[in-house]
């Protein structure tokens, strides 16, 4: 599974190929800041330093994120997959 | 002669597709305005039973207009004239019911004249039309009567409550002029025989309506510009006297934040209120959204006023009830009031405020507060997404429409402070003899919980964030 580290706090955390990060890290025990759990109000909002996290594509339309902020590196990480080993900047 | 078998039922032309569809718009027409109006007249209310169900009522008649303008869209009515073409007569009407002179009278006009006349007019088109073919507006007319009929009950039992004494005779003067305007246009439906307006009338010709730039509390509460420490970063007696509830435990300060907070959210409902009334022709779903926001923020404060009232407190003489939040930005363009809402709300979220005071509330094991707050913060996430959607809409969805969401915002939070400097001596602006009388109250009160070692940092968001560095 790939691991997830946020490079500010130095916390790892497993995330499962259909599990968003966002979950994973609640599975996991951490704290995370977030709301609706939908992609909509953007309190998950995080910049990728590395690694690929991709929005779930059954949802893409959905999502209140910019084509800006994601060509930025930016993800909602309450609907998104880590698919390789991530470091996010929280 | 040709041949046909023999019908069972006579028909009434008026129930027929073409004209149920222009009669259901001219309802639709009224609901939209009326929904607008008590949006803005929420704002112009300071009484705070009647506000509160002023804009429960303003939410609900968006659902009014709602379900109208969807079924109008079903009976062969042009998508691209749904909302254009208004009925003129409707729209005069309703801006002659705006017209006021006081809360009273407005409510008088819309719940003695308005709501009535519209549920006359329902329940004569659910008797009119047939209970099979037209079975879609029928349901949906039979459950608008229902909610219609509790607004008129429950207004009624409010004006016993806050009004006494005989009625002014101008009240009924306005509801005469509202009820002959409202013969000369032939009823909503437009049925009635059409005639010139009552220009006669001594409440004909008041100027227009406008949703009010500032905005005053209920007089039962002291004068107060600001409700907690963070909003003025002059106020250093204020913020002393915060710190003495503070130190009695991080949990029953934010148990007190947190209520004093929530009931001051009314300025957030009042901002989306003001907006819907300034901008008269956004898409429909603009207005169901900052509808719904409004309640959100209604239902905000009056979680804050049940939960101080539940503490058994004298809330008028100990909570101060503020309205510098509309009145510093009150004058400026509604884009720019929006922004700066949205700012406030998604700073919240983004930060994780909301997410932090509930783990808080949790260790204080304040169940009632927590339940609040964990509504408050789904609602809040909704908010986000209004402000995100529609401040696209107006600004534009480009770099440029960003660029003006960042200074619009800028320039907000910056009259905000300059609002704040410009009252830094004003009485009504110091927290402390509020504080002050709470902190014996509070420790009066304090209970014992078990220590789970809560550990988390917790800060507001503030339009002057020089503020937080004192608190």
Partial sequence: ????????????????????????????????????????????????????VEHDPEYLD?????????????????????????ELDK | ?????????????????????????????????????????????????LKRQLSADMWQTAQHADVLRTRVLELRYPRRDVDRKYDAQVLALMAEVAKAAGTREFI?????????????NYEAYAARTDWLDDAPTVYRVQHILIDKQMQTAAMRSLREQVYEGDEPASVEQWRDYLRQYLASIGGFDGLGEVSDPPESHPCAGRPAFDVPRTVERDPRWRPALFHLPHENKYDAVGREAWKRIEALDKRVAMQVWSAISHFNEIWAAEVPASVMWDLDSEPWDFYMDLARWTWDETR??????????????????????????YNS???????????????????LLRSGTKQIELKILESAQDDNSSMDMDYDWADEAIHVNYGYTWL?????????????????????????????????????????????RLYPVVQAMLTDVPDDGLDVHWAPVAADEEVLKEL
């Fill in chain 1, 1 to 52: 599974m790939p691991l997830v580290t946020l490079v500010q706090t130095g916390v790892s955390f497993e995330a499962g190929d259909d599990e968003t990060i966002m979950e994973a890290a609640e599975r996991a025990g951490i704290f995370m800041v977030h709301s609706c759990l939908s992609g909509t109000c953007r309190s998950c909002m995080t910049r990728v330093i590395s690694g690929e």
């Fill in chain 1, 62 to 86: 959905d999502l209140n994120i910019d084509d800006y902020e994601v060509e930025e590196g930016y993800r909602l990480l309450c609907s998104a997959f880590a698919r390789t080993d991530v």
């Fill in chain 2, 1 to 49: 002669m040709a041949k046909a078998l023999p019908t069972s039922a006579k028909m009434n032309e008026q129930a027929r597709v073409d004209s149920a569809s222009k009669i259901l718009k001219r309802f639709y027409v009224a609901e939209r305005t009326l929904m607008r109006t008590l949006g803005a007249w929420f704002v112009a209310t300071s009484q705070w039973d």
């Fill in chain 2, 108 to 120: 008088a006009g819309v719940y003695d004249v308005v709501i009535p006349a519209l549920v006359q």
């Fill in chain 2, 300 to 325: 905000h404060s009056t979680m804050g006023w049940r939960v101080l009232e539940g503490w058994g407190w004298d809330v008028p003489d100990l909570v101060p009830w503020a309205n510098a939040l």
């Fill in chain 2, 329 to 347: 930005t009150g004058s400026t363009p509604a884009r720019q009031r929006l922004s700066l809402l949205h700012f406030y709300e998604e700073g």
């Fill in chain 2, 392 to 436: 696209k809409h107006l600004l534009g969805d480009d770099k440029a429409g960003r660029d003006e969401l960042k200074r619009l915002t800028d320039e907000a939070r910056a009259k905000h402070a300059d609002f704040v400097l410009a009252h830094k001596d004003d009485p009504n602006a110091s927290l402390a003899p509020y504080f002050e």
